[in-house]
């Protein structure tokens, strides 16, 4: 009786321990403005593994003023190579897979269903990142012009910087 209720108890135990694991993962993203990071479906690049973020103490992003975060469910942090599940807040099939031999330890990717064309999961990412507002400033970012990197309301673009021709220059000065 006594081995039962220990077997029991050691089962809930796996079970309780399995649903509280997960793991926070990061994309670094630009910034739209002094106040909003850039958060639109070309921001996010496809490889053939899906999108790729890396666990925190992973993430080393120092070109990016701004990142992102996504949490996988199910998971513990740095597991076996193809473990996978699912990214809370994102429709069911979207998951997080642990992909170290894509981008070294820490790397995730962040996938569709099958037979999801990368359109569609950008989409979907840009629609999580807004509605769960996660973006949040990027604290390897090593250059200069801070941003708040807020999450906008809606998908926005990027800074754009202004190229001025000579001829434009010169008539910028002129009365």
């Given at each position: 009786m006594k081995i039962k209720s220990a077997t029991i108890l050691a089962a809930t135990l796996l079970s309780c321990s399995m649903l509280a694991a997960q793991v926070t993962v990061y994309r670094g993203?630009?910034?739209?403005?002094?106040?909003?990071?850039?958060?639109?479906?070309?921001?996010?690049?496809?490889?053939?593994?899906?999108?790729?973020?890396?666990?925190?103490?992973?993430?080393?992003?120092?070109?990016?003023r701004c990142k992102v975060s996504f949490v996988i469910l199910g998971v513990n942090s740095l597991p076996p190579q193809g473990t996978t599940g699912q990214v809370q807040g994102m429709p069911t099939g979207y998951v997080g897979e642990y992909t170290p031999q894509h981008g070294g330890n820490g790397h995730w990717s962040i996938r569709a269903p099958a037979g999801t064309v990368d359109a569609t999961l950008q989409q979907a990412i840009t629609t999580y990142v807004i509605a769960q507002q996660v973006a949040s400033i990027n604290n390897t970012y090593t250059g200069g012009r801070r941003s708040q990197c807020q999450t906008p309301a809606a998908p926005n673009l990027a800074i754009r910087p202004v190229k001025r021709t000579a001829k434009a220059s010169r008539g910028a000065g002129a009365i």
């Open positions: 993203t630009g910034r739209g403005n002094a106040a909003y990071a850039t958060i639109n479906d070309s921001q996010w690049r496809i490889d053939p593994d899906g999108m790729s973020t890396f666990e925190g103490p992973n993430f080393n992003v120092p070109d990016k």
